[in-house]
């Protein structure tokens, strides 16, 4: 179910940041599908909120993949935004993620190398072992969780931010994300999203100098709520 200003799940507010738990389905920014993307439905949220009169500033910070659940963090400032933009370029942030796949991961846990190669007109990338031509380099860890009747739960944090770096890793070692069809899953889920959930978010906040951590719960569906 996409996010509106009515069902909006947010996660952590102050005068300078607003975080919430993105729904499948929905885009961080605009592009060209011309979806409401979820940085104006969060601007509707605020306008209403505070009655404000005018236009709402809100800075995007970071995006998820469209298919993909979990923490987002948008800039309510112009000050916040240009240093959540450096944290985030200069890996300063630290983020867990969830994914459910089908098959035993090789090892109960363990760091992932590739070198991927992006294809922009299939909007894929695609990992190797070896360095390639206009490749590069990806690293991932990943902890096996929770073993569920069909499933697998992993937690993953990533050393680096390469395009599809989750779903690209795990299907090269031959476990694809739940739903994950571009990436070597057997079927769909039945509203399009993939099983990779933005779990946690830690980073030293912007203007406040202060640690914060911010934690989203999975979507709402038997396999996610088995995970908790």
């Avoid at 509106?4 to 300078?16: G, I, Q, S, W």
Wanted: charged fraction near 25%; charge should be positive.
């Amino acid at each position: 179910m996409a996010s509106t200003p009515n069902n909006l799940a947010v996660l952590f507010e102050d005068n300078h940041l607003i975080a919430v738990n993105k729904q499948p389905g929905d885009i961080v920014q605009g592009d060209k599908t011309g979806d409401l993307p979820l940085s104006e439905v969060v601007k509707l949220y605020l306008k209403d909120k505070y009655n404000k009169p005018g236009n709402v500033y809100l800075g995007v910070t970071h995006r998820l993949d469209r298919p993909t659940s979990g923490v987002v963090v948008f800039a309510k400032t112009s000050k916040a935004l240009p240093r959540m933009n450096k944290l985030f370029a200069e890996k300063e942030t630290d983020k867990t993620y969830w994914a459910l796949v089908k098959n035993t991961p090789p090892e109960s846990g363990a760091t992932l190398t590739h070198w991927l190669v992006r294809n922009h007109k299939q909007n894929k990338s695609y990992a190797h072992k070896e360095k390639r031509p206009n490749s590069k380099k990806a690293i991932l860890h990943y902890t096996l969780l929770k073993k569920l009747d069909n499933y697998y739960l992993l937690e993953i944090s990533l050393e680096t931010g390469r395009h599809h770096q989750i779903r690209a890793q795990l299907a090269a070692v031959g476990c694809p994300i739940k739903g994950d069809l571009k990436y070597g899953f057997d079927r769909s889920n039945p509203d399009a999203s993939i099983s990779l959930h933005a779990r946690k978010l830690s980073f030293t906040h912007p203007v406040r100098n202060e640690e914060v951590t911010i934690t989203a719960p999975p979507p709402r569906d038997p396999l996610w709520d088995a995970c908790l």
